[in-house]
């Protein structure tokens, strides 16, 4: 059944929403975007200030499950009166207003970011894709095939040889350790939410393949860490480019010079950039990197 929720005058733009990056299992088929979220099919359009929308299979409170993965419960406004602090993010915030962070599931989301080590968006979505098909459940709607992200314990008991075949490469042993300690419950992600930033972070990190950029990208995308603020190297050119003057010359042209970031120079920008932007860091971040990436095209 279609429904549809009134946006009002909430800024809210679907596209950007859908296609900034942060997420890797939505595609658009005939004017529609088609996601797999938890357990469901979600098929979705943006027509003016109204979201038309569909859920397979049917649950209820759909408009309160759309709206809280969406985050339209987000001031938008008073976000961008908190972050629009250059002409640069005001330019990313016209170029994209109504972008909005979503609220990924925390354990799909870290599988995913640990399979973004060193991989462009494109490759991210192939090996998030092949998990699902391999050891998700199969879900046929509107003509179209879609898998469901599978459960810690699924992966937990899978084999490298399966894994591999998803083409995670170097990334298999430390999806299948990450999945092992998950589904043991050493580690609940749920109950993350409710701890620091730091806290969390510190946790996260103690996982196989989890650097400061993987659990930065966890904790705003998935565990209500708004103030996370992950550095790619889209963010790291930010740094040495648009805000070079907020650091030391030397530490500009030492990091401008080099690829990877040492745990110090990453916790120099990281910091910035939280105490720059505020307690909105993280939709600073996902407007400057959308910014800067699609800038380049």
């Known amino acids: 059944m279609e429904l549809e929720l009134n946006m009002s005058t909430e800024p809210f733009s679907l596209d950007h929403t859908l296609d900034c990056g942060q997420l890797f299992r939505w595609k658009k088929l005939a004017n529609w975007w088609y996601g797999v979220v938890q357990d469901k099919v979600i098929k979705i359009k943006q027509l003016n200030n109204t979201l038309k929308f569909q859920i397979f299979p049917e649950t209820k409170n759909s408009h309160e499950f759309i709206r809280s993965y969406l ?36 354990w799909e989301c ?13 490759a991210i979505k192939k090996m998030v ?8 459940k199969k879900l046929t709607f509107d003509g179209y095939t879609f898998y469901t992200f599978p459960e810690p314990s699924d992966l937990a008991n899978g084999t490298q040889k399966n894994l591999k075949c998803c083409g995670l ?3 298999t042993n430390r999806v299948l350790e990450t999945a092992k300690i998950v589904e043991s419950e050493n580690l609940n992600l749920e109950s993350l939410k409710t701890t620091s930033y730091s806290d969390a972070k510190k946790k996260l990190l103690d996982l196989p393949g989890v650097g400061h950029k993987v659990a930065d990208c966890v904790l705003v ?25 907020h650091f030391e010359p030397s530490f500009i042209k030492k990091v ?19 105490k720059y932007f505020g307690r909105y860091a993280g939709y600073a971040q996902e407007y400057l990197f959308h910014y800067l990436r699609t800038k380049q095209k």
Not at 78 to 93: C, G, L, P, R, V
Not at 256 to 271: D, F, N, Q, R, V
Request: include cysteine; hydrophobic fraction near 35%; glycine fraction near 6%.
């Open 110 to 122: 870290l599988i995913s970011y640990i399979c973004a080590t060193y991989k462009g968006i494109p």
């Open 256 to 274: 401008a010079e080099k690829g990877s970031l040492t745990t110090k120079e990453y916790e120099t920008i990281g910091s910035f950039g939280r």
């Open 169 to 171: 490469g170097f990334r």
């Open 71 to 106: 985050r339209i419960d987000d001031d938008l406004p008073q976000i961008f009166s908190e972050i629009n602090k250059d002409q640069h993010m005001n330019e990313a915030i016209n170029r994209f207003c109504g972008l909005r962070l979503c609220r990924q599931e925390p």
């Open 129 to 136: 894709n092949n998990i699902s098909e391999q050891f998700g």
């Open 221 to 245: 995308f998935s565990l209500e860490k708004l103030e996370a603020y992950p550095i790619d190297v889209w963010i790291k050119r930010a740094a040495t480019n648009i805000y070079a003057d």
